[in-house]
C-alpha cells in the first residue's frame, strides 16, 4: 500500500498547490490513501468548512490537524460532522470533534490515523504517549495498518513518540514547524519515521509568512498580523510503502513538487 502524507497547508498558496498538483501526484506514484495536515489552510492559521470539504473532494482521504484547529470558530461544529477531519486525540473529553479513524479502501483494507499535539513549549494537554498507546491498542483491533500525525514542535518529543510506538504504528510523521526534515527512516520495529514532513504553501516565507511582516517582528517585537506570502508555491510531504498484512513501513520518500512543475 502506498500512502501520502502531505506537509501542513499553508493559506491560498497551499490550497493552490493541492489544486494543481494532487491529482498529478497521486496518479504518478500510484497512490493508495492520502493524508494531509490542514489546520492553517485558512489564511494560514485555521480551516473552514468550505475549505475542508474542498480537499475531500480534490482527493484528500483523511485531514488532520493540531494546534491551529480551532483558530476558525464555524469549525468546532464541523469536527463532530465531518469523520475525515481529526483534531488531536488529546485533547480533554468532551471538546468537539475526534482524534482518531479508521478509513476504509476500495479493496477492503482499511487504514487507522491517529492525531496527537506535543507538549513541549506548546499547550499542557494530556499526555501524548499514553494517550497515544491507549488509541493504537483500539485501532490494531481493527487494522494493523496506522498512521500517527504527531504536531509538535520538539524534535526531541517527536524522535521519543517514534521510539515509544516502535513497532505498533505503521508510521509516526511530525508535522506543525513547516521545515522538511532529512532524517526520513525505518525504526527497527518497522515504524517508519521523519521529524517534519514539511509545507505546501509559499517558500519564499518565513515558514509560509510573508518575509518583510516576520522580519519586522523579529526587528521590533511588536505583534503585527501575519500575512501568508504567496511566492515560491510547493507541495511537500512524505510517500509511504506499507505491507497491508504486517502494517511494517518498507520505505518512506521525502517528495518536493514545485507548482507548475511538469
Same mark, same amino acid.
Not at 461544529?77 to 477531519?85: G, H, M, Q, S, W
Not at 526534515?181 to 504553501?201: N, V
Not at 517582528?217 to 510531504?237: N, S
Not at 502494517?247 to 511538469?262: A, D, F, W
Given at each position: 500500500?502506498?500512502?501520502?502524507?502531505?506537509?501542513?497547508?499553508?493559506?491560498?498558496?497551499?490550497?493552490?498547490?493541492? !489544486?494543481? =498538483?494532487? &491529482?498529478?501526484?497521486?496518479?504518478?506514484?500510484?497512490?493508495?490513501?492520502?493524508? $494531509?495536515?490542514? %489546520?492553517?489552510? *485558512?489564511?494560514?492559521?485555521?480551516?473552514?468548512?468550505?475549505?475542508?470539504?474542498?480537499?475531500?473532494?480534490?482527493?484528500?482521504?483523511?485531514?488532520?490537524?493540531?494546534?491551529?484547529?480551532?483558530?476558525?470558530?464555524?469549525?468546532?461544529?464541523?469536527?463532530?460532522?465531518?469523520?475525515?477531519?481529526?483534531?488531536?486525540?488529546?485533547?480533554?473529553?468532551?471538546?468537539?470533534?475526534?482524534?482518531?479513524?479508521?478509513?476504509?479502501?476500495?479493496?477492503?483494507?482499511?487504514?487507522?490515523?491517529?492525531?496527537?499535539?506535543?507538549?513541549?513549549?506548546?499547550?499542557?494537554?494530556?499526555?501524548?504517549?499514553?494517550?497515544?498507546?491507549?488509541?493504537? !491498542?483500539? =485501532?490494531? &483491533?481493527?487494522?494493523?495498518?496506522?498512521?500517527?500525525?504527531?504536531?509538535?514542535? $520538539?524534535?526531541? %518529543?517527536?524522535? *521519543?513518540?517514534?521510539?515509544?510506538?516502535?513497532?505498533?504504528?505503521?508510521?509516526?510523521?511530525?508535522?506543525?514547524?513547516?521545515?522538511?526534515?532529512?532524517?526520513?527512516?525505518?525504526?527497527?520495529?518497522?515504524?517508519?519515521?521523519?521529524?517534519?514532513?514539511?509545507?505546501?504553501?509559499?517558500?519564499?516565507?518565513?515558514?509560509?509568512?510573508?518575509?518583510?511582516?516576520?522580519?519586522?517582528?523579529?526587528?521590533?517585537?511588536?505583534?503585527?498580523?501575519?500575512?501568508?506570502?504567496?511566492?515560491?508555491?510547493?507541495?511537500?510531504?512524505?510517500?509511504?510503502?506499507?505491507?497491508?498484512?504486517?502494517?511494517?513501513?518498507?520505505?518512506?520518500?521525502?517528495?518536493?513538487?514545485?507548482?507548475?512543475?511538469?
Amino acid at each position: 500500500m502506498r500512502i501520502l502524507f502531505v506537509g501542513d497547508i499553508v493559506g491560498k498558496a497551499g490550497r493552490q498547490a493541492i !489544486e494543481g =498538483l494532487l &491529482e498529478r501526484i497521486l496518479a504518478d506514484h500510484r497512490i493508495d490513501f492520502t493524508v $494531509a495536515n490542514g %489546520e492553517n489552510a *485558512a489564511g494560514g492559521m485555521g480551516i473552514t468548512p468550505a475549505i475542508a470539504s474542498d480537499f475531500l473532494d480534490l482527493g484528500v482521504d483523511v485531514l488532520t490537524s493540531g494546534n491551529h484547529i480551532w483558530a476558525k470558530k464555524e469549525i468546532v461544529p464541523f469536527l463532530d460532522e465531518e469523520e475525515r477531519l481529526l483534531r488531536p486525540a488529546n485533547y480533554p473529553n468532551g471538546v468537539s470533534g475526534r482524534g482518531t479513524g479508521i478509513f476504509p479502501l476500495g479493496n477492503g483494507k482499511r487504514v487507522g490515523v491517529l492525531n496527537l499535539e506535543g507538549r513541549v513549549f506548546m499547550r499542557n494537554l494530556e499526555c501524548p504517549f499514553r494517550v497515544g498507546e491507549k488509541e493504537v !491498542e483500539k =485501532l490494531k &483491533e481493527q487494522t494493523p495498518i496506522i498512521l500517527v500525525d504527531f504536531h509538535a514542535e $520538539a524534535t526531541s %518529543e517527536k524522535v *521519543a513518540l517514534a521510539w515509544f510506538l516502535n513497532g505498533k504504528v505503521s508510521a509516526v510523521v511530525g508535522t506543525h514547524t513547516h521545515v522538511q526534515t532529512a532524517d526520513e527512516r525505518i525504526l527497527s520495529g518497522g515504524t517508519a519515521y521523519i521529524t517534519d514532513a514539511g509545507m505546501t504553501g509559499p517558500l519564499a516565507s518565513v515558514i509560509g509568512i510573508r518575509r518583510q511582516i516576520a522580519l519586522e517582528r523579529f526587528l521590533t517585537q511588536v505583534p503585527i498580523k501575519f500575512d501568508v506570502a504567496t511566492e515560491e508555491i510547493e507541495l511537500q510531504g512524505v510517500i509511504l510503502e506499507v505491507d497491508e498484512q504486517t502494517g511494517k513501513s518498507r520505505s518512506i520518500e521525502r517528495i518536493r513538487v514545485p507548482l507548475g512543475s511538469k
